[in-house]
């Protein structure tokens, strides 16, 4: 699939010995437009930059200079691709609205009772369709407390009820509305943190070429069993093949994943392991 290589001259951050970060992290390749002082690591201050948010309101927001050139984009919207995906969407989502919402009312209840003081739903911004960011709706399956853009604290803050919900995957059912407003699709590659943007390759980046899904390829070949480089050539390879047949069979393996809750959790982890970086020398 074609795609636009960045014209920025990357600079190298500091060495590891000069940050005590990972080797790894420590060559992640930062373009001229990369704020000064901004550590690429710091998922909160990363994130303010991305949506133009803290000591960068007013400016232009950096996930803009991440975004795809619609031109590249696998999928077009205006297309027939585009509509008929968009009609299938709409249709299985309203039929299966009936059957979700009694399902969302009884956690929700549950996520009440167990937490009166916390909020239900969960909400974050999440590079969608050519990387832009738009909010994604969830079932709260952790404690508020800390910082809610870190993974590597993720494991501390999981409740009980929590792990329950991602067990069954009905902490994604939120995302439904998502769907119905047009930010998502049924079928897609998984939405990932803002702060992952400038972590991943260009080429990675073209998971971005299509609406985002709720489940996808990577979601019924292993899920959290692969490694990150693996979903997202998974992801990729899904817009480059994909047709409504093929959305209807994810759609089927996805039911035969949750019923027998194959690759919910990576060996060893509660939750998703943090995507350090792809983007290296």
Request: proline share 9%.
């Amino acid at each position: 699939m074609p795609f636009v290589e960045p014209t920025q001259a990357p600079a190298a951050i500091p060495t590891p010995e000069q940050t005590g970060q990972p080797a790894e992290i420590a060559e992640l390749k930062l373009p001229d437009f990369w704020p000064d002082g901004l550590d690429p690591m710091d998922n909160q201050r990363v994130s303010l930059w991305l949506l133009g948010g803290g000591e960068w309101e007013g400016q232009e927001p950096g996930w803009k200079r991440y975004a795809l050139d619609p031109e590249t984009a696998a999928m077009k919207p205006g297309t027939w691709a585009w509509r008929n995906k968009r009609v299938m969407d709409l249709s299985l989502t309203l039929l299966g609205l009936p059957f979700a919402l009694p399902i969302m009312g009884f956690a929700a209840l549950a996520l009440k009772i167990s937490s009166p003081k916390e909020p239900v739903l969960f909400k974050q911004w999440r590079p969608g369709y050519l990387c832009k960011p738009f909010q994604i709706l969830k079932f709260r399956t952790m404690r508020t407390d800390g910082d809610s853009e870190s993974p590597r604290e993720d494991g501390q803050r999981l409740t009980r009820l929590g792990r329950f919900l991602r067990n069954t995957s009905i902490d994604e059912l939120p995302q439904l509305f998502n769907v119905l407003k047009g930010e998502m699709s049924l079928v897609g590659p998984r939405p990932q943190l803002m702060t992952y943007l400038p972590r991943c390759t260009q080429a990675e980046r073209q998971r971005h070429s299509g609406l985002l899904g709720i489940t996808g390829l990577a979601q019924v070949e292993g899920r959290n069993l692969h490694t990150w480089g693996e979903r997202f050539a998974l992801d990729i390879y899904f817009f480059q093949t994909r047709t409504l047949a093929s959305d209807f069979i994810i759609l089927y393996k996805t039911g035969l994943v949750v019923f027998f809750g194959k690759g919910v959790r990576a060996p060893g982890h509660d939750t998703n392991q943090e995507f350090v970086v792809s983007n290296i020398k």
